[in-house]
C-alpha cells in the first residue's frame, strides 16, 4: 500500500483522444502535486492543489486540464495532445503546501503514457 | 532559479562496497532543504534521506549519509554496504523555504546498477 494509488499503470492514445489519469491518495493529505518525468530530463512540476484549490500552474498547456474534487482525488484531463507528451505521470501528496520541507511527498507509481 | 546537477548519469558498485553519488545546486538563498530519493523499477519515487540547510551535521539514514557543503553548494549520497535492492534512479532535489511559492526542483538523476 503505498498511499498514493495511480490508475491507469499504463495508456496508449491517439492524438485525438480524450483520456483521463486518476490518483488517489489515503494519507489524509491537503496539497496533491501532477509531475511529468520524460526521458533525461528533471522532474518538472505541473499542478500544485491546495485544499482543493489550484494554486500553481506551471505554464502547462491546455491540453492538460487538471481537476481536483476533494482532497483525496486528483485528476489529469487529456486532450488532443502530441506524441512530445509522452512521459511519465506522476502524482504526490503532502501534509500542506508546506510538505516539501517539513515532510516528504508520497508519490505514486505513475502512468506510462505514450501519444502516438 | 534555482538549479539542480547531477554529473554521473549512471554509477555502478559491487555488493557490500560503498559508493557516492554527486549533486550539486546553485541558489542565492540561505535557508533551503535539500533531498534525495529513489526510484527504483515500480517506479515510485521514495525519500531516501533529507537535510536542512541551516543544520551543519550531515543527515544520516541507516546505511545512507550524506556530505553536505554549503558553501561549495555541493549535497553527495553515500551509500554504505551497498545492497542488491538499492538499484535504483536517485535523484537530488532542493526546496526553498523562503517565499510563497514552494516547489521541488530535481536534478536528472543517476543511475545506480549494483552487481553481486
Known amino acids: 500500500e503505498t498511499g498514493v494509488t495511480q490508475t491507469p499503470r499504463h495508456l496508449v492514445m491517439g492524438m485525438t483522444n480524450k483520456k483521463s489519469l486518476k490518483c488517489e491518495q489515503h494519507l489524509g493529505h491537503n496539497a496533491m502535486y501532477w509531475y511529468k518525468q520524460s526521458a533525461k530530463k528533471p522532474l518538472e512540476l505541473m499542478f500544485v492543489?491546495?485544499?482543493?484549490?489550484?494554486?500553481e500552474n506551471n505554464s502547462v498547456p491546455s491540453r492538460f486540464s487538471p481537476e481536483c474534487p476533494n482532497s483525496s482525488h486528483l485528476f489529469l484531463h487529456l486532450h488532443t495532445l502530441q506524441p512530445e507528451d509522452s512521459a511519465l505521470y506522476l502524482c504526490?501528496?503532502?501534509?500542506?503546501?508546506?510538505?516539501?520541507?517539513?515532510?516528504?511527498?508520497?508519490f505514486g507509481n505513475g502512468t506510462r503514457l505514450t501519444v502516438t | 532559479a534555482q538549479t539542480v546537477t547531477q554529473s554521473q548519469p549512471e554509477m555502478s558498485v559491487q555488493e557490500a562496497e560503498t559508493v557516492t553519488l554527486s549533486c550539486t545546486y546553485d541558489t542565492s538563498e540561505s535557508d533551503y532543504y535539500l533531498f534525495w530519493y529513489k526510484q527504483p523499477p515500480s517506479r515510485q519515487m521514495i525519500l531516501v534521506i533529507r537535510q536542512e540547510a541551516y543544520k551543519q551535521q550531515n543527515a544520516t539514514e541507516n546505511r545512507f549519509s550524506v556530505n553536505f557543503q554549503k558553501a561549495a553548494k555541493s549535497f553527495s549520497l553515500k551509500i554504505s554496504d551497498s545492497q542488491l535492492g538499492d538499484a535504483a534512479m536517485y535523484f537530488c532535489a532542493y526546496v526553498s523555504r523562503q517565499g510563497g511559492s514552494e516547489k521541488l526542483v530535481f536534478g536528472k538523476g543517476t543511475k545506480l546498477t549494483v552487481n553481486p
Open positions: 492543489y491546495s485544499l482543493e484549490e489550484r494554486v
Open positions: 504526490a501528496s503532502s501534509q500542506d503546501r508546506s510538505g516539501a520541507r517539513d515532510s516528504p511527498l508520497h
